[in-house]
């Protein structure tokens, strides 16, 4: 099973930017699809962003929940073997424990909503916690 390790959380005021760090400890993890979920307190986890690939397996695409498009960004550095949630215009209701996920089972599966499902996952990170003040 692969290792995941989340860093980057923090405490930071309403309207302002983070950027969370997953990194993975696989050799094959550019193949992978990842993820980004959430889970504030007495809450279910939520799907927050996926990056995978095209219908042809030519490049990456990304897919995020209706709450967070337009203010994150999902990115992954191959070389690095990290996957990264920029976090701009951040709001109360963004804080939560996030958490990085991976599905080692799939080679280079298409980007869709099928990721917003964390069955679709079978390795996941411990959680950073990010909270936003008003």
């Known amino acids: 099973q692969v290792q995941l390790v989340e860093s980057g959380g923090g405490l930071v005021q309403a309207g302002g930017s983070l950027r969370l760090s997953c990194v993975a400890s696989?050799?094959?993890?550019?193949?992978?699809?990842m993820g980004w979920f959430r889970q504030a307190p007495g809450k279910e986890r939520e799907f927050v962003a996926t990056?995978?690939?095209?219908?042809?397996?030519?490049?990456?695409?990304?897919y995020y929940a209706d709450s967070v498009r337009g203010r994150f960004t999902i990115s992954r550095d191959n070389a690095k073997n990290t996957v990264y949630l920029r976090m701009n215009s951040l709001k109360p209701e963004d804080t939560a424990v996030y958490y990085c996920?991976?599905?080692?089972?799939?080679?280079?599966?298409?980007?869709?909503?099928?990721?917003?499902?964390?069955?679709?996952?079978?390795?996941w990170g411990q959680g950073t916690q990010v909270n936003v003040s008003s």
């Open positions: 990056i995978g690939w095209s219908d042809d397996s030519t490049y990456y695409r990304t």
């Open positions: 996920a991976a599905d080692t089972r799939s080679w280079r599966p298409a980007a869709t909503s099928n990721y917003s499902n964390r069955e679709k996952y079978n390795s």
């Open positions: 696989v050799r094959t993890f550019s193949n992978f699809a």
